[in-house]
Every structure is written in structure tokens, then in C-alpha cells.
């Protein structure tokens, strides 16, 4: 067995289809292996039959993060994959997603479980499970592999070859539907037919009414193979979205490809790309104004057809969903609120003797989500992380979200007193936290002696219970809570409303059931109730409060002995950094190597991203020149990623017999 290198957090699921997980497999995953490993967590997952496809198989979501909330719903993000069938890529990176996310979750990941706690993720992983199944039983019959696998549904039709047969479902939606022969073919046997009319295959028509359902603020629907991310609208007639809606895709765009470095934008503003009609991100921002972006992954432009679908060695496999981890993770964080905040000045108060007795921060916040909190901002800052004093607990209404053209920041002024007053030098940095009541970041500010050598470090992301609910608070006996109703330290089974339904694999392979999708109930959960956990003779609440104090001991000492030394290892060297660092002043009991572990020295100013998106989509996010690349993978510039598809029908070749375009 070949291990993956050291660099790598855990080794990619390995499929029997060409290395990929074959739909059977893809249903174990879903059924099977995510509810094992999350069976402390059964409010955490959840899992519905959205639909059926043309021969009767299940169209399954999964959901990860709050997905049992009461009302309102956590911000909602959606990711879809195998809308093509021989695509598998758009599959396993989401796999790879989840299993990170769990990872993440059972290892106690802060910020993983902030994100899990926060927001619904949706995986829809197999859009077309009729078209895999075709493919899974006939590609072993072309050991050449000049047969790169079926692409569309399974829709009947007469076609001479019986992979021509079915309707693209990235041309069935009803947008641009029939616009014209260049993005999608009225031809029945052609690899871009759309098919009799809008929504008319059961595998759209489930995901259009999945969606009508929810309340998605992102959707990312993901295609193979190339590198590019497209942004609404691939329908060239539609143009491109309001400039405000086109700034914030473009700062979202940019965010999501600053590590991987995939180009972004319209496809047909691309030389060698086209239209394409009916495409599922476009009627998802058109109907619902979701921001959707269809990713396309897989190896670069240069690998033949079949081994740029299907890439079998599990290295390369990884590599492919390694490099899209962060764009999934952007997707998630930019469903809701978060917040950027932006040092303006600070001062101080002297006392008689000439000692600073308070600091007062004058700071601006800005909501650069694509959701509004359901709950006011609470804001609250101290001088150190070990029983000081923190300023009063600053609230502000929930703040408009960065889709709204009327987001704006919000100036706010922070009174932090001193334990005891110091001498003439202030502190060297404050810690101030922000929280909504289901987002919680607390920022680091060093304090320099003028504006150009203030540092807003990026936020650390904490859960919403713990040390975020008591940060400014005086102690007490309560046990903080997720919105005062499910408990961080313990959660009893019997609060989560699961009921059980038949098992998949009632459904699976090989049905070839008649039961249209529109006659089945939809939305029908999969999940086996959780059993009761039997009670101790202790009340719960104590166990709450040992619980609480065994947590906030780990995260202290977590801070102290994981974080210790960063700041001076990895950005000693730094000229920003060192004009920083001799301003700030060593307090007692807390020097500067308690620095928490920020991704990067500056917060990027989130208005700013937004306003400069055409800037930013030229741009790459500045980084830390300290940060460890052993590599040279970050700071390397790498050649233009362009997509590549399949060929087009012979309809679009043109007068030289050369293709005019590739595959969406």
C-alpha cells in the first residue's frame, strides 16, 4: 500500500470505478459510513431521497452542519456534482470535503465545528445516477479506453449507439433553454441535447424543487475536467449580473481560487469556450438569486479525454481534491455572516500619576456575508485572554449583508479598562471578539504608534458556546448555550427529531421501477432515530459545568503550548511585522509569543474586496512571506488553467473539421 506524503492530512477514499467510488459505493458513503462516524453528532447530519432519476434510483441529499435547527434555518449552502455522469471529480472532491469536515469535527477543529454549528452544507453527490450505472457496467467493456464514458441521462430515445441516448441535464434548465443551436441541440442523439423542455427529466425537476424549498445563499455545481470556475451567465445573450451582484461574485470568485489559482469568470468571454443554454448555476442565480458558480475540476488542459475524466492514480485523485478544499470551505463561510473588522485609532486615558488606565478603540465593522444574522452583533474587547477586564458589551442590530447595495460598516467605540493602570506605554495589542449567536470571531490588534502600523491579524473562528459565550461576561453558574436552547457540552438525543425511514438500499441499483419522480414523496429522511441517552444519577447541569471547565482548560492550554512562539518563528523576519513588534510592550503573565494562530498577518477589508472585485479578480491575496511552502506551490506563478471538455457534437464542428468548442 503506497501512503500519501506527509504533507497530506489523510489519504483520498479509493472507488473500484477507475479509482473513483462507484454508485454503490457512493450510497454506502451516504448511508452507511457518514452516520457511523458521526454517530456522537446526531445533530449534526441528516439525509433525504430528493427524487428519483429516469429508471427508478434515489437522488440523495445529505446534509452536514445545524440540520435539525428550529426556525429560523442556519445559512444554507448547496453542492452538486454528477450533473454529467462521466465526470467523477465533481464527486470525489466532495467526498474528500466531507471527510475533512468530519475529521475536523471529531478532532475538535474549532473553526470546523463553528462552521458545522453555524451553517447547513447540502451534498447532493449524484445528480445523474442512471448515466454512472451505464457507465460503471460498460466502461470495463473498452480495455482501449477510447470510450470516455456516457454523459447524459438515460431519457429514451432512437439513437444509433446507446450511449447517444438522453438529455443533457446541464442544458435542462429553464433558463436560455432553446436561445439557440450554439449553447445547446434540439438533436435527440446529440451530447448537448436539451431535451423536449424545460425541467422535463426527473433529475432537474429534483433539484428544482430541492432548492424551491430552501433558502441557499451559495451553490457551487461541479463539473470536470479543467481548472475555471464560471460565474453566471454562461448564456451569452443574459450578459453578466448586476455590476454591484458582479462585484460581489467577483470578490467571492476570488477568494475561492486564491490558493488553488484557478481562472474565474464567463465562459464565453474565453477564447476557445462558448454559450451554453439552460445551465443549472444560471437558473439558480436567475430564480433565486443564489451567488452559484459551476467549478469545473480535474487535471489541466493537456490529458486526453479519458484520463482527464477518469484519473485513476489515487495520487492525482488527491492532489484534485486537495486543491479545492479551501473554494468549498469559502463557499460555507460566504453563505452567512461574517465580518471584517477595521482598525480606525485608538487613545488613551492617563490617570493623575501619569499611567494608562484605559484604552479606547475606535473600530468600523462590516457584515461581508451573504446573509444577515438572525441575531443582533455583540462586541467586546480586552487587553488579555486571562481574566482582564474587557470593555462593556457593545451591540448592534443585525447588519445588512454584502448582496444588499446599502451594506455599509458600522463605527463603534470600545472603552477597554486595565487591571491595574501601567506605566506611560500602553499595551501592545488587544483582543476583541464578535459574536451574532451563531458566528463567533475574536480578532487580535496590535496597537502601533500610528495608523500604518496597526494589525487586524485574521480572526480566530470559535464555536458559539465556551469561551466565546463567557468572553466579557462576569463568571457564573449557567452553562452557556447555542441561542439558550441546545447545551455545547452536552446534547441530549431526545432533542433531535430524526425518524427513521426504509434503507437505501431498498433503492438502489439496478430498480427498474416506473414510478415517475413526480409521484414519490420527496424530502424523505434516511437517518435511523438516535436512541435516548440513559441518564446519570448526576443532574445534568453539573455535568455541564465540569464539562465547561474541562473545555475552557484545553482551549487556555491549547493557546499557551500549540500557538507558543508563532508569531516570532514565522514572522520575525518580516519588515511589517518588526515595525510592529517594537511598539508592542510585554504585559505580565502574557507576552507576545501567546500569539493565537492567525492564517495571515492582515484581515483583508471586506468592503474593499468587494468594491475592487474586477481589482481582485486580477490580483492574488497577499501572504505572509513566512508561510511554510516547502513547495514553492503558493508563491509560484503558474500558466493560465483553462477548461477542457469533451467534444461537442459533429453539429459544431466547423468548415475545417476542427471542433468549435468544448464541453460545459
Known amino acids: ?15 473500484s470505478l477507475e479509482g473513483s467510488l462507484s454508485l454503490e459505493q457512493v450510497y454506502e458513503f ?3 459510513i457518514v452516520p457511523d462516524l458521526l454517530t456522537d453528532f446526531p445533530h449534526l447530519f441528516r439525509t433525504e431521497v430528493i427524487g428519483t432519476s429516469v429508471e427508478g434510483r434515489p437522488i440523495v441529499a445529505l446534509c452536514l452542519g445545524a440540520c435539525h435547527a428550529p426556525s429560523p434555518a442556519p445559512p444554507q449552502a448547496l453542492y452538486t456534482a454528477l450533473h454529467h455522469s462521466r465526470e467523477p471529480m465533481s ?7 466531507i471527510d475533512h469536515l468530519i475529521l475536523g469535527l471529531r478532532g475538535h477543529d474549532p473553526s470546523i465545528t463553528a462552521l458545522l454549528w453555524s451553517r447547513q452544507l447540502w451534498f447532493v453527490l449524484v445528480v445523474n445516477p442512471d448515466g454512472y450505472a451505464y457507465n460503471e457496467a460498460n466502461m470495463p467493456k473498452d480495455p482501449d479506453e477510447t470510450f470516455s464514458g456516457q454523459r447524459k441521462n438515460r431519457h ?8 447517444d441516448v438522453g438529455v443533457d441535464l446541464n442544458r435542462n434548465y429553464d433558463v436560455c433553454f432553446s436561445q439557440d443551436a450554439v449553447g445547446s441541440s434540439d438533436e435527440a442523439c446529440a451530447e448537448d441535447y436539451r431535451g423536449p423542455a ?13 432548492v424551491d424549498r430552501h433558502n441557499f445563499s451559495t451553490a457551487f455545481n461541479y463539473h470536470s475536467f479543467g481548472q475555471y470556475f464560471n460565474i453566471p451567465f454562461a448564456c451569452q445573450p443574459k450578459g453578466v449580473p448586476p455590476p454591484f451582484a458582479t462585484s460581489v461574485y467577483n470578490a467571492l470568485a476570488a477568494d475561492m481560487t486564491s490558493r488553488n489559482r484557478f481562472k474565474f469568470g464567463q465562459s464565453w468571454k474565453e477564447s476557445n469556450l462558448y454559450s451554453v443554454n439552460g445551465e443549472t448555476s444560471d437558473w439558480m442565480w436567475q430564480a433565486h438569486g443564489i451567488f452559484a458558480i459551476s467549478p469545473e475540476t480535474g487535471p489541466s488542459f493537456d490529458v486526453d479525454n479519458f484520463h482527464g475524466f477518469w484519473p485513476s492514480d489515487p495520487l492525482v485523485i488527491h492532489d484534485i481534491c486537495n486543491e479545492l478544499v479551501h473554494s468549498n470551505y469559502v463557499l460555507a463561510k460566504w453563505a452567512g455572516p461574517q465580518y471584517a473588522l477595521i482598525m480606525q485609532g485608538w487613545s488613551t486615558v492617563i490617570t493623575d500619576d501619569g499611567k494608562v488606565a484605559v484604552i479606547t478603540l475606535d473600530l468600523s465593522v462590516r457584515n461581508i456575508g451573504l446573509r444577515s444574522p438572525h441575531q443582533p452583533l455583540q462586541i467586546v474587547a480586552t487587553v488579555g485572554l486571562h481574566g482582564t477586564p474587557s470593555s462593556p458589551v457593545y451591540t448592534l442590530p443585525p447588519l445588512l449583508h454584502a448582496a444588499d447595495p446599502a451594506n455599509d460598516a458600522e463605527l463603534i467605540k470600545l472603552v477597554v479598562p486595565l487591571e491595574t493602570p501601567l506605566s506611560a506605554a500602553a499595551p501592545g495589542h488587544v483582543y476583541t471578539l464578535l459574536r451574532d449567536g451563531r458566528t463567533c470571531s475574536m480578532f487580535r490588534i496590535s496597537l502601533g504608534k500610528t495608523t500604518s502600523e496597526f494589525q487586524v491579524w485574521q480572526p480566530l473562528v470559535l464555536p458559539q458556546c465556551g469561551s ?21 457540552m452536552t446534547l441530549d438525543a431526545s432533542m433531535v427529531d430524526v425518524k427513521a425511514s426504509p434503507p437505501l438500499r431498498n433503492f438502489i441499483v439496478g430498480s427498474s421501477s416506473t414510478e415517475d419522480a413526480d409521484d414519490i414523496p420527496t424530502g424523505r429522511p434516511m437517518v435511523a432515530a438516535a436512541p435516548k441517552q440513559p441518564r446519570g444519577t448526576l443532574s445534568v447541569a453539573h455535568h455541564e459545568k465540569k464539562a465547561l471547565l474541562l473545555v475552557s482548560l484545553v482551549v487556555l492550554l491549547g493557546m499557551v503550548v500549540g500557538l507558543i512562539g508563532l508569531r516570532h518563528v514565522k514572522a520575525k523576519q518580516s519588515d511589517e511585522y518588526s515595525k510592529v513588534s517594537k511598539s508592542e510592550t510585554l504585559d505580565d503573565g502574557e507576552g507576545l509569543d501567546n500569539m493565537i494562530d492567525m492564517i495571515s498577518p492582515k484581515c483583508i477589508a471586506g468592503q474593499a474586496a468587494i468594491e475592487n472585485g474586477s481589482q481582485l479578480a486580477q490580483q492574488r491575496r497577499a501572504r505572509s512571506p513566512q508561510r511554510d511552502d516547502d513547495d514553492d506551490e503558493l508563491l509560484q506563478e503558474h500558466p493560465v488553467n483553462r477548461r477542457v471538455r469533451s467534444p461537442p457534437p459533429p453539429s459544431a464542428r466547423d468548415d475545417s473539421g ?3 468548442h468544448d464541453e460545459v
Open 1 to 15: 500500500m503506497r501512503w500519501p506524503s506527509p504533507r497530506r492530512p489523510f489519504s483520498i477514499r479509493s472507488g
Open 30 to 32: 451516504v448511508n452507511d
Open 91 to 97: 464527486m470525489m472532491n466532495l467526498v474528500f470535503f
Open 156 to 163: 429514451k430515445s432512437t439513437c444509433s449507439e446507446t450511449a
Open 198 to 210: 424545460p425541467f422535463s427529466e426527473p433529475e432537474t425537476r429534483a433539484i428544482r424543487d430541492f
Open 468 to 488: 466565546c459565550a463567557a468572553f466579557g461576561s462576569p463568571l457564573s453558574n449557567s452553562t452557556p448555550s447555542i441561542g439558550g436552547d441546545i447545551n455545547c
Open 658 to 660: 476542427n471542433y468549435s
